[in-house]
């Protein structure tokens, strides 16, 4: 099939807000996350998706694996509809669309070992317990990692070695399309830039569609294709990333790129960024 | 040269284990003049807030200082009782930490937290207290603070929260700052309005101040002078432009290079292969050697010493 992979179609999703008293008499008020947002991911594309808090990228992550729902709009998964998939096949979708979060740490139960954490995972997928093992060592040589880090358990590893095991866990399931939220951020920078080597590396030999979800715009120019720039629960910008980031259209993405340090070239008068915040605002 | 604001002088500080104590600050040298702004840059592990919590005496019940000296105008900090130090802190040197929704009293009001820092340490009045308070506030970008002292943290975004610190910790007029990683929980775009918020505070204010920070980058923008600190060790200490220009040791340049940029050509990141050593763990030589590509036998073997090149210090048997 040639259509998108994964597309979007108007989907707003919105929480009230207020007491339980302000909802029965009406009072209550809707925060609305994502508004209205319509887009379309092709089979192999690398987008990476910039926001500050409350832009709604994560939100958008969360409606895209089926753990929220959307309020309004659909979501369609290589044509289908998510909301049919989830009803219809009992789960069997999820294989296709993996996901990859940003703490390490509590993504991963501290009492399984790795290999055991990943054998589930490849059990999961139907893959008979003779093989559960060599495809355990070859899932970890695909992030990177020996043997050896099989029986250990996460809080044996360093972040960035349980971040590839993330990557590992997801990669087990075969997916066609693998969602990262801020999977980099809370790593050291040494660390950070091998994660982000090992994630370019594998989006090109594996073909492997990816979602990348970054507040880091630096980040998503060294690894995505596409970038889409959001702020309060909308697409303002997006387009292939180089042109978006050479030539800002929209004056947030100006500012968020004003905003990246740039070392002493970097310093700048206080004027500058007071003046840039206020004409976004 | 004057006397430093700061001196800092073979420090050592160690967690207490079931083994006997495990040094993760093992002896760090440096200086910090007056109304000087110094980067403290590092990964983590590599000491840099463990040693400013010890500069503070702020350490946990599990940590303590093993050696060294910490003089602070003249007057050694590490011999000073802990109500000197209380008076000390907040009013001589103040202190931002990273996180600033678990450094505020989420009970109080904004302007009660204000104002009781300027009553602990100087015997002004009330009302004289609350209108410190308000300048403080306004001086740090908080508009209409009068009316804002009423209000309590869950009201204030995360940018505002740490802009209500640094006024708490520029409320008595301190001499030195101390920030610890002050942006890092912040969005880019606030980020920047508090790195410029620091740097007008300096020029206006005289303040010394060291800057912790993970990032390069970010640090450059706004120090005078850059020390790099790895395994517990200062591995590199120079101006900012030497250090983005002309960084000598190993780890310097390639934490510079494995930072993507938005200038600059694509392809892969310059990577530095393993992880940061961990305590307890440390190699008997340069901590740096395991995951150096310049490394040679003694680099393993024995530490180097923090020797002065010109206006640097560096501490590597192979400087670049």
Redesign the interface.
């Known amino acids: 099939m040639s259509g998108p992979i994964l597309a979007l179609r108007g989907v707003t999703k919105a929480y009230a807000q207020g007491s339980l008293l302000d909802r029965l008499v009406g009072g209550a008020s809707r925060f609305v996350a994502l508004d209205d947002v319509t887009l379309e991911i092709a089979r192999g594309d690398v987008i990476g998706i910039v926001g500050e808090s409350g832009s709604g990228k994560s939100t958008l992550a969360s409606l895209a694996v089926g753990l929220t729902r959307p309020t309004a709009g659909e979501i369609l998964l290589d044509g289908e509809p998510l909301a049919a998939l989830m009803r219809d096949h009992a789960g069997s979708w999820r294989r296709r669309i993996q996901m990859v979060f940003q703490d390490s740490s509590s993504a991963l139960n501290p009492r399984k070992t790795i290999a055991r954490c990943l054998a589930q995972t490849l059990a999961l997928r139907g893959v008979p317990r003779a093989t559960q093992e060599d495809d355990t060592i070859a899932l970890l040589a695909l992030v990177g990692l020996g043997a050896e880090t099989a029986p250990r358990l996460p809080h044996e590893l360093s972040g960035g070695q349980r971040q590839r095991v993330g990557l590992a866990r997801a990669l087990a399931m075969k997916p066609d399309i693998l969602i990262a939220d801020e999977p980099v951020s809370s790593l050291d920078v040494s660390l950070q830039a091998q994660v982000i080597n090992l994630l370019s590396r594998l989006t090109r030999e594996l073909g492997l569609t990816l979602l990348f979800i970054s507040h880091d715009l630096a980040v998503v120019r060294t690894l995505c294709s596409r970038i889409i720039v959001m702020r309060k629960g909308r697409i303002v910008e997006e387009g292939p990333c180089l042109d978006v980031l050479a030539r800002p259209t929209h004056p947030y993405t100006q500012l968020l790129i004003s905003s990246v340090p740039k070392g002493i070239v970097g310093r700048r008068a206080p004027a500058a960024v007071a003046s840039a915040t206020s004409s976004v605002g | 040269m004057s006397a430093p604001l700061l001196k800092i002088e073979e420090l050592h500080v160690g967690f207490r284990g079931a083994d006997g104590i495990v040094e993760a600050v093992r002896g760090i040298d440096f200086s910090v003049a007056s109304g000087e702004v110094v980067g403290i840059v590092g ?2 592990g590599s000491g840099k807030s463990l040693s400013m919590l010890a500069v503070m005496r702020l350490l946990g019940a599990t940590a303590r200082i093993t050696g060294g000296r910490v003089v602070f105008d003249g007057e050694d900090l590490l011999a000073a009782s802990e109500a000197r130090m209380r008076e000390i802190r907040g009013r001589d040197i103040a202190m931002v930490f990273q996180d600033p929704q678990s450094s505020l009293n989420p009970a109080l009001s904004i302007g009660r937290q204000v104002i009781d820092v300027v009553r602990a340490h100087r015997p002004v009045s009330t009302s004289e207290a609350r209108r410190l308070a308000i300048q403080a506030l306004e001086r740090v970008g908080i508009g209409e603070a009068s009316r804002r002292l009423e209000a309590y943290p869950h009201e204030f975004s ?1 940018g505002m929260r740490q802009r209500a610190l640094i006024a708490m910790a520029i409320a008595c007029r301190p001499r030195l700052l101390i920030a610890d990683e002050p942006t890092t929980a912040l ?7 508090i ?3 620091i ?2 505070l300096r020029r206006d204010l005289g303040l010394a101040v060291i800057f912790i920070s ?5 640090v ?3 120090v005078d002078r850059v020390v790099v600190m790895y395994g517990g060790k200062v591995v590199e200490d120079g101006s ?2 030497d250090i ?1 220009h002309a960084a000598r040791h190993p780890y310097t340049r ?2 510079k290079a ?5 200038q600059g050509p ?1 392809g ?6 393993g ?2 050593p961990r305590l307890g763990r440390m190699p008997p030589g340069c901590p740096f050697a395991p ?1 150096c590509p310049q490394a040679v036998g003694v680099c393993g073997r024995e530490m180097p010493a923090l020797v002065t090149d010109a206006a640097r210090r560096i501490a590597c048997w192979r400087p670049q």
């Open positions: 990964e983590s995360g969005d880019v775009t606030v980020q920047a309005q790195v410029d918020l740097a007008e993970h990032n390069l980058q970010l450059a923008e706004i900012a432009a983005e390639l934490l494995c930072v993507p940029s938005l694509l892969p990141l310059a990577a530095i292969e992880a940061p995951r």
